[in-house]
Structures are given as structure tokens and as C-alpha cells.
């Protein structure tokens, strides 16, 4: 079992900065990839960004060169810092893990960016 812990999220002005964190209970040198999804209000979750074990990124197309993924690794920690945040980024992040095949989840961290 893996535990997942999201922080760092609130409330930000358009244009505006937040690094969310996801601290795991597991090295994260042993799981597949890490990956921050957002939920927004009526929409189903969708992938933001992710890191495999060698360090290789993914954005998804509405935020690249706005957000950075990034993992400490003695700290079993994954990061998604987010730049000149936009109102349509509001939303909950999600941290997600794959362990082995298995899934895990956080229980998300509430992003509003207001106009």
C-alpha cells in the first residue's frame, strides 16, 4: 500500500504562481511513473503532466511552458510547479503513482485562479 499526500494548493490571482508537492510513503525510485492530474468542476480527471523513474516528462498541450514537473527523490517527493496560472486552470490536483502496475491516488489539493 502507498500512501499519497498533496499540498500547496489555494487560492492565486491570474498570472500567479503555486508548487504543489506530493509526498509518498514509498520510495519513488521503485514506482513506474508520477503524475499530477485536475479535476475541474463537471469534467472527468484529466492527465496534466507526469515523470518516469529516468526523469523523461509529459505535459499535456495547455501547459507546456507554463508548468514543470519535477522529482526529489531522496525526499520522495514529486513537484509541479506552475507558472502564469490561468482561471481554467481552476480545478483539484490529483497526485497518482504507479507502483508495480498498481494504481494509487492522493485525495487532491483545491487549485482557484481567480480572474
Known amino acids: 500500500q502507498v500512501q499519497l499526500v498533496e499540498s500547496g494548493g489555494g487560492l492565486v490571482q491570474a498570472g500567479g504562481s503555486l508548487r504543489l508537492s506530493c509526498a509518498a510513503s514509498?520510495?519513488?525510485?521503485?514506482?513506474?511513473?508520477m503524475a499530477w492530474y485536475h479535476q475541474a468542476p463537471g469534467k472527468q480527471r484529466e492527465l496534466v503532466a507526469s515523470?518516469?523513474?529516468?526523469?523523461?516528462?509529459y505535459y499535456t498541450d495547455s501547459v507546456k511552458g507554463r508548468f514543470t514537473i519535477s522529482r526529489d527523490n531522496a525526499k520522495n517527493t514529486v513537484y509541479l510547479q506552475m507558472n502564469s496560472l490561468k482561471p481554467e486552470d481552476t480545478a483539484v490536483y490529483y497526485c497518482?503513482?504507479?507502483?508495480?502496475?498498481?494504481?494509487?491516488w492522493g485525495k487532491g489539493t483545491l487549485v482557484t485562479v481567480s480572474s
Open positions: 497518482g503513482a504507479d507502483y508495480f502496475g498498481m494504481d494509487y
Open positions: 514509498r520510495s519513488i525510485l521503485v514506482s513506474n511513473h
Open positions: 515523470i518516469n523513474s529516468g526523469g523523461l516528462a
